[in-house]
């Protein structure tokens, strides 16, 4: 059987480092393109940069960068791939309003780059690309839920740099007979998302709140509503697309939205907290209202709980509204289930689990550290 080569941009983020892991565990030998930063940035993929000693992986990284052309070029003759997996992005919707430029450079241009890089290869025929879409694609709804079919109407500079992205794809896919998918993917999470992605910053900001590493938990929209999966199933998507004869763009979606108030509650729910809301717009605050103190103190075993009846543990601030929001976004993932035979395994309690559990130990390594250092 012919050699499968994957190579991943964006190795070194949430999806790259679940893919890799995926491909890896199919037999791929996975070439990643990771960029220089002054501060490591491995932490996702550590264990595969340093197998165990006395084993080895068939994984590689790559310095190299989306906004240098000259870099996808080399990789791609260098390595051969059969697989190309762009996941590289500034992908940060509100951090986009303010590096609007860069994030089209990568995000739009970038892709465009990869495209005409792969293009150009002798073995172009032979390699199947897959571009990273969005559902912030849909922005403003046209549609209740959203599928395959739902016009775009993107609201960020992020969503309008991705949506040049996705019709390259199609155009390159049109012009020159490549095997090019969009996975038109909606939010997904786990314990390995950026903290500064809501949900993520909900489960690590609650984490340091009983351990008393942190007073509150400032946050922006509290109605906006997301179709939140977990990654692990996502990045299945992505490989099952490439899998196919014919190139095709799929929505990949759990089918259930909740708002961003709900994930909170559900998150304190972990730690046996409920919470009484009060006030409203920039004035709306979350109190503690009851705590199942069995369940706390299972929880925390020899740790007191910083929480305590009545705290306020939610405040607004504005500096997280955005100029346009994305009010809710609600995916209609059955063409990927009929064509591909995808569903989500994981439910949204599940992850959520999986989030507080993840935090809550970082918290408690932080908070045995600090005691440690203090003594
Ligand atoms: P992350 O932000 O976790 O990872 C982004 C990756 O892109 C990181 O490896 C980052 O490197 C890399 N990157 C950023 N800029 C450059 C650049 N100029 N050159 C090379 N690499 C760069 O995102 P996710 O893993 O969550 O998402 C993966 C892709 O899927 C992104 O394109 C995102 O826009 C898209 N997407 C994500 C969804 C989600 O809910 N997670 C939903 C729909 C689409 P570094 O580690 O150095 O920062
Ligand atoms: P999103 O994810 O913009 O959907 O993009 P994010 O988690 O940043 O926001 C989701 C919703 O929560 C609201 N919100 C806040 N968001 C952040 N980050 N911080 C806050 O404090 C906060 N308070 C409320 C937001 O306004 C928004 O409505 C993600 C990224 O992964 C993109 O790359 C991807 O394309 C889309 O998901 C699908």
Avoid at 95 to 101: Q, R
Avoid at 229 to 243: C, F, S, T
Wanted: hydrophobic share 35%.
């Amino acid at each position: 059987m012919a050699k499968k080569i994957a190579l991943i941009t964006g190795v070194t983020g949430q999806d790259g480092a679940y893919l890799s892991r995926f491909l890896l565990g199919k037999g791929y030998e996975v070439h990643g393109l990771r960029r220089r930063a002054s501060l490591p940035n491995l932490d996702r993929v550590h264990d595969l940069v340093q197998p165990p000693q006395g084993t080895k992986n068939n994984f590689y990284l790559h310095y190299g960068d989306m906004s240098d052309p000259l870099s996808l070029v080399r990789l791609l003759a260098d390595i051969e791939p059969t697989e190309v997996y762009n996941l590289a992005a500034q992908s940060h919707v509100h951090v986009s309003f303010n590096a609007p430029e860069n994030t089209a450079d990568v995000n739009a241009i970038g892709t465009l780059r990869l495209l005409d890089a792969i293009r150009t290869l002798k073995q172009a025929d032979k390699v199947k690309f897959y571009q990273a879409s969005t559902s912030e694609l849909y922005g403003k709804i046209q549609e209740p839920r959203q599928s395959e079919t739902t016009p775009f109407y993107p609201r960020s500079p992020y969503a309008t740099a991705k949506l040049y992205a996705y019709w390259s794809v199609v155009n390159y896919r049109e012009s020159y007979g490549m095997f090019a998918c969009n996975g038109i993917l909606f939010n997904h999470e786990s314990k390995l998302r950026g903290k500064t992605f809501v949900t993520r910053k909900i489960t690590s900001a609650i984490a340091r709140m009983i351990y008393g590493l942190q007073d509150c938990l400032y946050l922006g929209n509290l109605d906006a509503q997301r179709d939140w999966g977990h990654a692990k199933d996502y990045v299945e998507a992505q490989w099952l697309m490439l899998q196919k004869d014919k190139p095709e763009d799929y929505v990949i979606a759990s089918g259930s939205k909740t708002s961003v108030r709900q994930f909170v509650e559900l998150s304190f729910a972990e730690l046996g907290i409920t919470l009484a809301w009060q006030g409203s717009g920039v004035d709306e605050i979350a109190r503690i209202d009851t705590i199942d103190k069995e369940k706390t103190e299972t929880l925390l075993g020899s740790f007191i709980s910083s929480l305590n009846v009545g705290d306020v543990v939610v405040k607004i601030d504005p500096f997280y509204f955005r100029p346009n929001e994305v009010d809710v976004l609600w995916g209609d993932a059955s063409k990927a289930e009929r064509e591909l035979g995808w569903k989500p395994k994981v439910t949204l309690n599940e992850m959520v689990n999986e989030m507080m559990t993840h935090d809550l130990s970082l918290s408690r390594d932080e908070a045995i550290l600090n005691k440690y250092s203090n003594e």
